[in-house]
């Protein structure tokens, strides 16, 4: 069988990109488990640019948003996808358009102004970099440096919570917890004050998992999927998570953002 492709959606600016990459995944992330794969073009300043990123958007049969300020950029962009057969999305155009009118007063057309290169600024850079080089246990001093660390079996929303709260200015670390592999150390000696357990039911992870490999192309008997595999895991991970004595949160039936605002009001109250 072969390989569905994840849809991609490509955010074109005129500045970091930041803006239309939050609004996409914010709205990505109702259709978890579907992956959508998310592709930040920043910094457009000339129609060249745009037109290697149609053409790349065309080959992917791919979805242009945009948060470009400059009228002209904007106007080719849009010229082209129409030309293109392409689907689009402008964020600002439309609220500009109506604050130009309801002020009577032009836009500046100024590129960036949204996120000024202030301490907070860079402190959600940092943030979000230190998600990326500790995602997934890749390496796992982070947890002794993390705000915040993750542990959970596959597919409880470990990386996508990361990454949230990170864009909240929390360094956060995520450690799978797998039967076959013996969870780091640093697990059980930094304070479990801060490491946070993702539980689900088997029911939820069963179907999480049939919808990931169905994306994939691959056949539901993988034991990725499979029922006695995945309580195997669960059982595994609860021992885990006492033995830390950690907080643990149900994500069973929550999105992202709610698991989200819970660490964080967990966070601050802890």
């Known amino acids: ?5 994840n849809p991609v959606i490509y955010i074109a600016s005129d500045s970091a990109g930041e803006t239309g990459e939050s609004v996409v995944r914010a709205a990505a992330v109702q259709f978890y488990p579907q992956q959508v794969d998310v592709r930040v073009v920043p910094f457009l300043e000339n129609h060249e640019g745009i037109d290697k990123l149609i053409q790349t958007a065309k080959e992917r049969d791919g979805i242009i948003v945009f948060t470009l300020v400059i009228p002209e950029l904007r106007d080719y962009l849009v010229e082209q996808s129409i030309r293109n057969q392409l689907m689009y999305i402008d964020l600002l155009g439309p609220i500009l358009g109506s604050l130009e009118k309801k002020l009577q007063q032009e836009s500046r057309h100024q590129p960036g102004m949204i996120h000024p290169l202030d301490e907070d600024y860079f402190k959600k850079v940092e943030a ?12 796992f001093t982070g947890v002794l440096q993390a705000d915040i660390v993750l542990v959970g079996v596959s597919r409880t ?6 990454m949230y709260l990170a864009h909240k200015k929390f360094k956060v670390a995520n450690v799978p917890l797998v039967p076959e592999i013996q969870p780091p150390e640093q697990l059980f000696t930094v304070s479990n004050k801060k490491v946070i357990g993702l539980r689900i039911t088997p029911e939820k992870l069963n179907m999480i998992r049939s919808e990931r490999l169905k994306t994939l192309g691959l056949p539901q008997t993988a034991m990725y999927a499979n029922v006695e595999r995945i309580n195997l895991e669960l059982e595994y991970a609860d021992k885990i998570m006492k033995r830390i004595g950690c907080t643990v949160i149900d994500v069973s039936n929550k999105a992202v953002e709610e698991t989200a605002s819970l660490i964080i009001d967990w966070y601050h109250g802890r």
Do not use: H
């Open 128 to 139: 979000v970099e230190f998600a990326v080089k500790y995602d997934d246990g890749r390496d």
């Open 1 to 5: 069988m072969a390989e569905r492709k």
């Open 157 to 162: 929303s470990k990386t996508p919570l990361s």
